[in-house]
């Protein structure tokens, strides 16, 4: 197995897309900030102290699809041209959904799933005065397309 961000040495790299033509591409991906009964019923009658919680995740999820080339090293820095979010209550849990679209060099896996894991995080921030108990799981990439390797589907979701 190879991987593409390290030299025939072992060196760290960053992967040169230069020659790549600019393609459509696409990237969703999901996740779940589970809650007590208490902070579930909280979010539902819009009770939690520190205000619109789902509102404000929304927000950070967007933002944070755009900031990824500061957090992750090797990222390229890209357009992003669509993000979508969705955030549904579940009935023990907050079922975050974000897909993010770019026409550019590289694909926007990491933007999406950072917008998921970073729009969980403001969840917990929103609600851990009153439920430190709650917690991110089963965050993951569920589908992406375009580029070299085409269309791709997680099976087990």
Request: overall charge neutral; proline content about 3%.
């Amino acid at each position: 197995m190879s991987f593409t961000h390290l030299d025939t040495a072992g060196h760290v790299y960053m992967v040169d897309v230069t020659s790549k033509q600019p393609s459509v591409r696409e990237a969703t991906a999901i996740g779940k900030v589970l809650c007590s009964p208490r902070i579930m019923q909280a979010l539902r009658d819009g009770s939690v102290p520190k205000g619109d919680v789902l509102a404000v995740a929304r927000i950070s999820a967007i933002q944070s699809a755009k900031k990824v080339p500061d957090l992750l090293p090797l990222a390229h820095v890209i357009g992003i041209h669509g993000v979508s979010v969705d955030i549904r209550l579940e009935e023990d849990h907050v079922a975050i959904s974000a897909t993010v679209r770019t026409a550019d060099r590289t694909g926007v896996e990491m933007e999406a799933i950072t917008a998921v894991t970073v729009g969980a995080l403001s969840i917990i921030d929103m609600v851990k005065g009153v439920d430190r108990s709650a917690y991110i799981a089963e965050c993951k990439i569920v589908h992406k397309s375009g580029g070299r390797s085409g269309e791709w589907k997680r099976t087990d979701v």
